[in-house]
Every structure is written in structure tokens, then in C-alpha cells.
């Protein structure tokens, strides 16, 4: 079986898209229906900005998806998804590939949701630091000792798990996890604490968001962050999507699980190849590839 999946922030980079704008006509009108609802010229950005300018959370997280999104929807005939998954963000993609969410609709509500994490970064200072080499029940144990908001994130792959949470709580953490033999725990270059509970304001606001959104039943299983399981009804994803904020993207599980379901192949969509050098780590016979 054919599966896709698509990348979330930190997979962007000046330039992103611009070829297929200029090569592609359905590419183009996409793009430029993208600067209509956002209320900006995020192409601008994206293809002849700066790097500060996309690592912004309200231009980083729509440019990842209206890439994917725009060249899974070039990909024509041979586009044809049997599963899909989707890393943080990466799920909106996911959505919009196997027909749950309309393209107009996804993109709202992913400019939404990265204006309301914004907003929870900047109530409460926090980051997110990667971790490499230890096993993740160890990482989970010292988590749950530190006296702050400090939790498992981001399930990548064996040996490499992504913590969230206060600043404090954050570099408390790095010593206690350095200390237990960790290879590395370096904090990472992001707004703020992903996938923790300091995101429950975004939480709220997004969930009325996509409460008011009008979902389709799919026409191929999503494998969704919050719990690496195929979810096909309407109203569990969004429920997941909305929980998704304040939990950890099991990304490890998930791929495990499209494997064990019958996944022959994973085809990224989107910027990058991070995700097909995550699922080499969580499985080394599995076929991977660029769309």
C-alpha cells in the first residue's frame, strides 16, 4: 500500500515553491488564492524572503502547507494515497490529501492555528529541545521529576525524542538528561513549548475553530499524532486534531502502525526529507522517496 506523509515547521526554506508557481498553472492559481486568504503575500515571502521572515510561526506554518498541499495537487494521476500521516502541522497536509478538509478550509485554519500558538508563546516563554540516545521511558521519567512544565513531545524515532515546556523546566531538564548519558539535549530554535499544556490556550481557540469547520468522511485513513492510530470518521479527527496541540506527536507509533497495516512505500510531500530519514531510523527495510 501507498503512503504519504507530510512535514511540519522546520522543513521550510527560502525559495520553497517558487519553481513549481512558475512551472505549473494550477500551481500558480493555488498560490495566488493562498494571498487572498491569508490577507498577505506570503509567496513573496516564500520564495524571495529571508530566513527570519519564515521562521515566523504565522508565515512558517502556512508556507509547509501550502507547499505540500500545492504539489501533492500537481502530482495528478499519480497521486493516489492509500494512508496518509502527517508530522504536527504535516496533519493539516495529511487532511487536505485524502479529502477531509477542502483546501480553502485547511489553509484558514492552519494560519488560525499558528497565530494562536503565537499568542500562547508569548503568555508564557518556553521552548523545546531535542534529545538524543536515550530510551524514552528514561526521558519521560526525568520529565515527570522536574518541578516545571517539561514534557515528551515529539516521538521521532528510536533514541531521538523532543521535550517542550517552560524555560526553566527546559534547562533543568538538559542537565538531569545530559547527566543520565544522553548523546545530546540541546534546546531548539522555536517560538515556544509545542505539544505541551502551555499550549491550552491555543487549544481553545482552535478547537472553536474547527468546530465551525466542515469536515468530509475521507477517502483513505489518516494516521493522526495524538494517538498513531487510522481514523476515517469526521468527527475523531477532529477531536485528535484539536488534542494534537497539548499532546505528543507519537510519530515512532505511528509509522510502526502503517507498516503493520500493510504501508509498502512512504512518499514525502513537501519540503525536505526529514520524515524519510526518521522512518529509515524507526524501520531500515522500508522504501522512502521525494514526491
Given at each position: 500500500m501507498k503512503a504519504y506523509v507530510f512535514p511540519g515547521q522546520g522543513a521550510q526554506f527560502v525559495g520553497m515553491g517558487?519553481?513549481?508557481?512558475?512551472?505549473?498553472?494550477?500551481?500558480?492559481?493555488?498560490?495566488?488564492?493562498?494571498?487572498?486568504?491569508?490577507?498577505?503575500?506570503?509567496?513573496?515571502?516564500?520564495?524571495?524572503?529571508?530566513?527570519?521572515?519564515?521562521?515566523?510561526?504565522?508565515?512558517?506554518?502556512?508556507?509547509?502547507?501550502?507547499?505540500?498541499?500545492?504539489?501533492?495537487?500537481?502530482?495528478?494521476?499519480?497521486?493516489?494515497?492509500?494512508?496518509v500521516a502527517g508530522h504536527s502541522l504535516g496533519e493539516f497536509s495529511a487532511l487536505v490529501a485524502n479529502g477531509s478538509l477542502e483546501f480553502s478550509y485547511a489553509l484558514s485554519l492552519v494560519s488560525k492555528r499558528a497565530m494562536a500558538m503565537?499568542?500562547?508563546?508569548?503568555?508564557?516563554?518556553?521552548?523545546?529541545?531535542?534529545?538524543?540516545?536515550?530510551?524514552?521511558?528514561?526521558v519521560e521519567q526525568i520529565c515527570q521529576g522536574i518541578d516545571e512544565v517539561v514534557v515528551a513531545a515529539n516521538y521521532n524515532s528510536p533514541g531521538q525524542l523532543v521535550i517542550s515546556g517552560s524555560l526553566a523546566g527546559i534547562d533543568k531538564a538538559i542537565a538531569e538528561l545530559t547527566a543520565a548519558g544522553a548523546k545530546r539535549a540541546i534546546k531548539l530554535p522555536v517560538g515556544g513549548a509545542f505539544h505541551s499544556p502551555l499550549m491550552?490556550?491555543?487549544?481553545?481557540?482552535?478547537?472553536?475553530?474547527?468546530?465551525?469547520?466542515?469536515?468530509?468522511?475521507?477517502?483513505?485513513?489518516?494516521?493522526?499524532?495524538?494517538n498513531?492510530?487510522?481514523?476515517?470518521?469526521?468527527?475523531?479527527?477532529?477531536?485528535?486534531?484539536?488534542?494534537?496541540?497539548?499532546?505528543?506527536?507519537?510519530?515512532?507509533?505511528?509509522?510502526?502502525?502503517?507498516?503493520?497495516?500493510?504501508?509498502?512505500?512512504f512518499t514525502e510531500v513537501g519540503p525536505g526529507s526529514v520524515l524519510q530519514g526518521l522512518i529509515k531510523?524507526?524501520?531500515?527495510t522500508t522504501t522512502t522517496m521525494s514526491a
Open positions: 517558487k519553481d513549481l508557481y512558475e512551472s505549473n498553472p494550477l500551481a500558480k492559481s493555488l498560490f495566488d488564492d493562498a494571498n487572498q486568504i491569508l490577507g498577505f503575500d506570503i509567496t513573496s515571502l516564500m520564495f524571495a524572503g529571508t530566513d527570519e521572515d519564515l521562521k515566523q510561526t504565522r508565515v512558517t506554518q502556512p508556507a509547509i502547507f501550502l507547499h505540500s498541499v500545492i504539489l501533492a495537487k500537481t502530482l495528478g494521476d499519480a497521486f493516489q494515497p492509500q494512508m503565537q499568542k500562547a508563546c508569548e503568555i508564557q516563554p518556553s521552548t523545546m529541545a531535542a534529545v538524543l540516545g536515550l530510551d524514552d521511558e528514561i491550552e490556550p491555543a487549544r481553545i481557540e482552535l478547537a472553536a475553530a474547527i468546530e465551525a469547520t466542515s469536515f468530509n468522511k475521507p477517502f483513505c485513513p489518516v494516521y493522526q499524532n495524538v498513531a492510530l487510522p481514523a476515517t470518521d469526521p468527527a475523531v479527527i477532529k477531536k485528535n486534531l484539536v488534542d494534537q496541540l497539548t499532546s505528543p506527536v507519537r510519530w515512532t507509533k505511528t509509522i510502526q502502525n502503517m507498516i503493520a497495516d500493510g504501508a509498502s512505500s531510523k524507526i524501520d531500515r
